[in-house]
């Protein structure tokens, strides 16, 4: 596969010639699928006695948290489109070169960066993430991975391409409940899985809306076009951000983006998901600009091996799973968040966003339950920001690298190709293809503005 080049110095109009660059290197009729023997460029890893050079992209919020994660090692730039945004990270680094703008941050400090954190809006992580890797950077993205399936596929092909280690910020992936998750499954405990419910409380902002018509000055600390970056063009208005953006289809993912590669990252991954044949989806408030108030998607996965089929479904906005027969019939379904996953043996249950502690029901079952080996390493401390950091000195791959979070993300936000086109979706996964839908084209792959 042939990729577009970064040039330093690169200037916006550039840049978005080489988006579209990149955009004709993957056309959706020519792409491959991931598969475990595609050749991958050798690991360009950071001496493990010197500490990792840093750049974060997005500073306030969950970026905060993100270069907290990664404090131990070097930050050498900060970036952010809002400087009241971020100024507490800013201040706890008085000596770290501060930019507005990713692109002039990546091309003047090229040579004095190993690895980048990504913390911006969804519809900022690909075009940030992508130039990185392109200069060679590993790179750490919040979820999801990125605004579009194909910008996950992309991303995907490009790190095994120019040879990065990735990982993608669901931290639930490195702890001890994704793996207890997985082992029980693989063990037989609850026999072959052929149905898992996935919920969630959000969305907690709000969705289902129009477009805003009044028109307002942005706070002088706030480049809006910057913050717009790729984003089609509209007036600032203080209904899109700090935190709202989550709801704007040309921002964020709605509840599902925001909140499934968390909750169905260890279900996916206890029962060898990838690609779904199909899906489909109820919702209620949804709008042009904004996703809805409540939603339940049905996914359909073929067999896996000697694995059978999988009916996958998801909730959010107050809705939830049936009550399962396993199920004690005085506990109550917690409406926070949580999985379960049904075999012909048995279900498993957790109750959180993260897997965090996951159970066989009834609690008599788990009471008599023989825990199987532990045959999955285990994260240190469970801290994926920790993962990552090692990976970059040539340890351990990150267990939520973008050969795994990057089908999971394109599983997650095929849902919303099924919510916005109210239709149910049958879909080529390996070519990234509905193969009876042909106007979800323009929802797989987006075009980008210049700013």
């Not at 990504?118 to 993205?141: C, E, L, R």
């Not at 669901?170 to 207890?180: D, I, S």
Request: glycine letters at 10%; proline letters at 9%.
């Amino acid at each position: 596969m042939s990729f577009p080049k970064i040039e330093v110095g690169m200037d916006r109009r550039q840049f978005l010639k080489f988006a579209g660059a990149a955009a004709a290197a993957l056309t959706l009729q020519g792409i491959r699928s991931l598969t475990a023997d595609q050749t991958a460029a050798p690991k360009k890893f950071c001496p493990p006695n010197r500490k990792l050079r840093i750049a974060c992209v997005g500073c306030g919020g969950k970026g905060a948290s993100d270069i907290a994660g990664v404090a131990g090692e070097e930050i050498v730039a900060l970036c952010d489109v809002d400087k009241m945004r971020g100024m507490a990270s800013f201040r706890k680094y008085p000596d770290v070169k501060l930019y507005k703008d990713f692109r002039q941050m990546l091309t003047e400090m090229n040579d004095k960066i190993d690895a980048v954190v990504v913390s911006t809006p969804d519809h900022m992580h690909f075009p940030v993430a992508y130039m990185a890797i392109q200069m060679g950077k590993h790179v750490y993205v919040q979820k999801p991975l990125s605004h579009t399936i194909w910008e996950a596929r992309t991303l995907t092909e490009a790190a095994r391409k120019f040879g990065v280690v990735t990982q993608m910020g669901n931290q639930g992936h490195a702890k001890e409940g994704t793996r207890l998750m997985k082992e029980w499954v693989q063990s037989g405990s609850i026999g072959p899985v052929r149905e898992i419910h996935f919920w969630t409380n959000r969305p907690i902002w709000p969705q289902g809306l129009t477009r805003p018509t009044e028109v307002m000055t942005p706070p002088s600390s706030l480049d809006w076009n910057r913050w717009l970056g790729v984003a089609p063009e509209r007036p600032y208005n203080k209904c899109y951000l700090p935190f709202s953006w989550r709801g704007w289809w040309d921002f964020g993912c709605g509840a599902l983006g925001d909140m499934a590669c968390h909750i169905m990252d260890a279900g996916f991954w206890a029962v060898d998901l990838k690609y779904p044949i199909s899906v489909e989806a109820e919702s209620e408030g949804g709008t042009e600009e904004s996703a809805p108030k409540s939603s339940v998607i049905t996914y359909q996965f073929p067999a896996r091996g000697n694995q059978p089929p999988v009916t996958v479904k998801w909730y959010d906005g107050g809705k939830l799973p049936p009550h399962p027969k396993e199920l004690e019939a005085d506990r109550k379904i917690s409406p926070g968040g949580g999985q379960i996953l049904i075999g012909d043996n048995g279900a498993i249950m957790d109750t959180s966003s993260y897997c965090e502690s996951p159970r066989l029901i009834p609690e008599a079952r788990m009471r008599e339950f023989k825990r199987p080996e532990k045959t999955i390493p285990r994260v240190p401390d469970g801290d994926p920001y920790k993962e990552w950091i090692a990976g970059c000195k040539g340890g351990p791959m990150p267990g939520s690298n973008f050969d795994h979070s990057g089908p999971l993300t394109e599983m997650v936000l095929l849902g919303n190709l099924a919510i916005r086109l109210k239709k149910k979706i049958e879909w080529d996964g390996p070519n990234m293809k509905p193969t009876n839908a042909p106007e979800a084209q323009r929802l797989i792959r987006k075009p980008y503005r210049v700013f």
